[in-house]
Structures are given as structure tokens and as C-alpha cells.
């Protein structure tokens, strides 16, 4: 096991590429850092750095340990700030998770209404897909999550729909499409589909929904995020297809939005460690977000 002065070292050696700079990074000098990585590659059984040019170069081993290195440091961190907070008497924090689009479409007028309830709650935010969501639920590494989709079932944790979710075709003003007052499948196929992947709900859906229509799916471009989409349509690279809450950040860059079809098997839902109830910072974060869909009217056809 890597002790956490091992890990600040091998975070410092990432970002500052020398001994020297990573060992002065955190306080300690360059021979005892110098032996201290080889103390590490000792144990670990492989090399961490190779050197070329004078400099030293994490190895494919050493960069697969980083993702998880800067996790626990991050961790533990966390869990540094939240004993800080303890003893201060600050003790309201509210951990939230989110897909990518609802925590920029639906979070910040939430948790400012939650801020005004509760002046001195600390907030924390983390993305991920709605699955990873639903797992941070199911190890209270959040008190509150954001999902789009209809991911499995989980025993462990409370699900709530908010509201049903469409697939919108996006597109510039200019497009021939602007005046058209309706838009089919077919016609995004021809203009050039720009859809997100099909590991998202909405970019499955879209897939399956060409199929159903015979149409061959071909994406003219394919991304991970709404707003990706969003903004290769408003360059006119092509037409995109995204969900209720990428279809309204559409609007806000003054894109037009169409409605195509609606997700039957998808909703936009709120979940919750289902053995630890709502209660203070996160009961007030429900109902400010039931409020902010209420508010951007996210519902299947608008």
C-alpha cells in the first residue's frame, strides 16, 4: 500500500515532470524524493519513470496508476476539508452528482435557492455518467444525483422521475430547416446527423430510432456531450439530435429546436442513498430542483 507522502510525490512527479520541482512542490528534499520513488518501484514490482534527456518520463505502468493516484489524494482531501468543517461547526455539506447537462441546465438556480436557506452549507459537485451517479449514490459519495436515462434498477437506491425526456433536432436559424414547422428522421439523415454516442441515452435512443425507421444511421460527426452537439450545429456542420436539456441550452445560443420524438423508456430522475432519507441542504436541493424543471419546462414535447 502507498502511504499518502508516496502519492503526493508521485501527483507532484505528474505535474511538475522533474525530481527536483515535484520534490520541492511538497517540502521535501531531492535525494530523500529521489529514494523514495525508488523505494516505491521496489515494492510495486515495476518502473514508475524512465529517463530520457536528462528528464524523467512516466512509464505506460506509472501512467496507469495516475487516474487512481489523483482519486484518493482527492479523497482524501475531502475528507480532510469535511473534518475542518466539523470542527469549525460547519457541518452542512451537500455532496450532488450530475450528468454533464443537468449540472449546468438545472444546478446553479438550485443551489443558489439552496444557499439562501442555508447560508453556510458547503457544496460539492461531481459528474460522471448516470450510472457512475447511481453507483456515488449507492456508496453515499453523494447525497443527491442527477440522471438521464433508464439505468437498472438498484435496490439501494431511491429513484425519482422528474420528467420525461425527447429527442430534439438542433439547428442554425439559417438552416433550410428554420421555417419548417415539423421535423422527421429522414430529414436529419439527409442534412447530415450530428449525434451523440450511443453509449449516452439520448444517442441509443437516436440510434435505435433511425433503425426502427429503416433509416440508415450514419453519424456525420459523434460526440460525447449535448453541448458539443449543440455548437457543431450552430457552425452549421450539420443537424444534431439531443435531449430535452441539450434542446434548451440550444435555445439559450439562440439555435432552434425541433421536437422529434419522445424517450419512453428514458426520464430525467433524481437519486438518492435509499437508507439515508432527505433531509435539511439535500430536502431543499429536491424541491429547488423540481422547480428549476418546472421553470425551463422540461417536458416531452416542449
Avoid: W
Amino acid at each position: 500500500m502507498l502511504s499518502r507522502r508516496e502519492l503526493l510525490l508521485l501527483r507532484a512527479m505528474y505535474q511538475q515532470g522533474t525530481v527536483t520541482a515535484a520534490a520541492h512542490s511538497i517540502h521535501m528534499t531531492q535525494p530523500a524524493a529521489s529514494a523514495l520513488l525508488k523505494d516505491m518501484e521496489t515494492r510495486l514490482g515495476f518502473a514508475l519513470f524512465s529517463r530520457e534527456h536528462r528528464r524523467l518520463h512516466l512509464t505506460s505502468q506509472g501512467r496507469a496508476l495516475i487516474p487512481e493516484v489523483l482519486n484518493a489524494l482527492s479523497g482524501m482531501e475531502s475528507v480532510d476539508r469535511l473534518a475542518s468543517d466539523i470542527r469549525r461547526g460547519a457541518s452542512d455539506r451537500l455532496s450532488v452528482g450530475a450528468v454533464a447537462v443537468a449540472a449546468s441546465m438545472l444546478l446553479p438556480q438550485a443551489l443558489l435557492g439552496v444557499r439562501r436557506a442555508y447560508p453556510h452549507v458547503t457544496f460539492t459537485v461531481r459528474a460522471g455518467s448516470g450510472l457512475e451517479i447511481i453507483e456515488m449514490a449507492v456508496d453515499h459519495r453523494i447525497d443527491l444525483g442527477i440522471v438521464i436515462g433508464a439505468s437498472a434498477p438498484n435496490e439501494r437506491v431511491h429513484k425519482e422521475a422528474l420528467a420525461a425526456v425527447s429527442l430534439f433536432a438542433i439547428f442554425h436559424p439559417d438552416h433550410p430547416l428554420a421555417e419548417a414547422r415539423s421535423v422527421t428522421l429522414a430529414q436529419v439523415a439527409a442534412l447530415g446527423l450530428i449525434a451523440l454516442s450511443p453509449a449516452l441515452p439520448a444517442g441509443l435512443a437516436t440510434q435505435r430510432a433511425f433503425e426502427g425507421q429503416g433509416l440508415d444511421y450514419r453519424p456525420l460527426l459523434e460526440v460525447a456531450q449535448s453541448f458539443t452537439a449543440c455548437e457543431l450545429a450552430g457552425q452549421q456542420l450539420g443537424v444534431a439530435v439531443v435531449e430535452s436539456l441539450g434542446a434548451r441550452y440550444a435555445q439559450r445560443m439562440g439555435l432552434v429546436a425541433r421536437h422529434l420524438l419522445t424517450m419512453h423508456d428514458a426520464a430525467l430522475s433524481l437519486v438518492s442513498p435509499r437508507d439515508r432519507p432527505l433531509e435539511g441542504p439535500s430536502l431543499c436541493l429536491r424541491d429547488a430542483l423540481r422547480e428549476a424543471v418546472r421553470g425551463l419546462g422540461v417536458v416531452a414535447g416542449a
